[in-house]
């Protein structure tokens, strides 16, 4: 869970010619308890101890929350006319952000003058990954991804392009109908500024399954992000650091743990109204996300399913990783069977005895199944 804020945006606001173009753009485009991070494994640290929070680190840190971090007077002209094209409030419709590609413009938050589609907007200016300095963004050790270490089986699990940079002030922007920047950084203890990997299809997908659910009469209007990004090194000293945890989409920005609080109680809402708080609630979840996904096989990723491990609850993490997978701790075992168009060929679905299922490059995680995803 990682972020960038609003008190901290000075003049950083996009002139007429941004709101012209914006307003006219419709191209639809976990909790970890918080505790003192262990180094991560001497084989890493010595690679990485030539690196530290260094004058140039420190550098691309206050490069990302200067005051002097501003489009030029020429405005748009930083943008490529593809960056401004894409701009939109998503599939969802409830998008408030978009997401610059690294390096177009100086990081920082870009207010688009009386928003967009009537609701605040703002464009948000990424820290290059070419930034980071061995485990360090700044003064925020974030470690190392795979990429770093050694070759990964597929694109999906190459290094991040860029980070959001977040601060006190603005881990509050709202970047989406029920989300903050906020809701996203790692729980960690380290002060601000720290450093997030977001992506704007994960924020779509996570407001579409509200919107489904919604519709359904489930009330949505207060969603906990238990998990969401989470950096490398936090992701080692959660365990598993050989295995999947090493290559968890909460590393990437595309991946989150969520339970539906509506009632505020810090726990999972009794969302098929049976009168009790467990599995069959999480499972509402699950019906909703695989009519998202049938709907939007774009928005295609995993699904796992988890028995209450804290004071919140049963929980279900989502994810658009772009291959579909599925997995859970649930004492049913395989999970409901996957609901296709008529038109298309039924997929397999695990076996009755099985808690993970996945396709394409995800299929791999299924082998010696444990959670970690």
């Known amino acids: 869970m990682d972020t960038i804020g609003r008190g901290s945006r000075v003049a950083r606001v996009l002139p007429l010619a941004a709101l012209v173009l914006v307003s006219a753009a419709a191209i639809p485009a976990f909790a970890n308890g918080s505790r003192t991070l262990p180094t991560e494994p001497a084989a890493i640290e010595s690679r990485d101890r030539r690196f530290a929070p260094v004058s140039a680190a420190e550098a691309a840190n206050r490069s990302a929350t200067t005051s002097e971090s501003r489009l030029p007077a020429t405005g748009l002209d930083a943008l490529s006319a593809t960056e401004r094209a894409d701009t939109s409030t998503g599939l969802s419709g409830q998008l408030r952000v978009h997401i610059?590609?690294?390096?177009?413009t100086p990081p920082g938050v870009y207010d688009v003058p009386s928003g967009v589609a009537g609701r605040p907007f703002a464009f948000l200016g990424v820290v290059p990954f070419a930034a980071k300095r061995g485990s360090w963004v700044g003064t925020y050790r974030v470690g190392l991804w795979p990429a770093e270490l050694r070759?990964?089986?597929?694109?999906?699990?190459d290094n991040p392009a860029g980070f959001i940079a977040v601060t006190a002030e603005n881990a509050d922007l709202q970047i989406s109908a029920h989300f903050r920047l906020g809701d996203f950084v790692?729980?960690?203890?380290?002060p601000f500024p720290k450093?997030?990997?977001?992506?704007?299809?994960?924020?779509?997908?996570?407001?579409?399954?509200?919107?489904?659910?919604?519709m359904h009469g489930v009330p949505t209007q207060h969603v906990v992000v238990l998990s969401g990004f989470r950096t490398p090194a936090y992701n080692v000293a959660l365990g598993n650091a050989s295995g999947r945890a090493r290559e968890s989409r909460h590393q990437y920005g595309d991946a989150s743990d969520v339970?539906?609080?509506?009632?505020?109680?810090?726990?999972m809402d009794d969302l098929n109204g049976d009168g009790r708080v467990n599995a069959q609630d999480v499972r509402v979840i699950e019906a909703s996300v695989n009519r998202v996904e049938q709907m939007h096989p774009e928005l295609a990723g995993g699904l796992g399913l988890y028995e209450a491990m804290g004071p919140s609850?049963?929980?279900?993490?989502?994810?658009?990783r772009g291959t579909r997978a599925r997995w859970g701790?649930?004492?049913?075992?395989?999970?409901l069977p996957y609901q296709l168009a008529s038109s298309v060929a039924p997929r397999p679905q695990p076996a009755a005895t099985g808690h993970c299922y996945a396709e394409?490059?995800?299929?791999?995680?299924c082998q010696g199944f444990r959670h970690g995803h």
């Open 100 to 104: 610059l590609a690294a390096g177009s």
């Open 329 to 335: 701790t649930l004492g049913r075992g395989a999970l």
């Open 313 to 320: 609850g049963p929980f279900a993490h989502i994810d658009v």
């Open 151 to 157: 070759s990964v089986r597929s694109g999906a699990y």
């Open 360 to 365: 394409g490059p995800s299929a791999v995680l």
């Open 195 to 214: 450093y997030v990997v977001l992506r704007e299809a994960l924020l779509d997908k996570l407001e579409l399954v509200l919107a489904d659910l919604s």
């Open 186 to 190: 790692t729980h960690d203890l380290a």
């Open 259 to 267: 339970i539906i609080d509506a009632d505020q109680d810090g726990r």
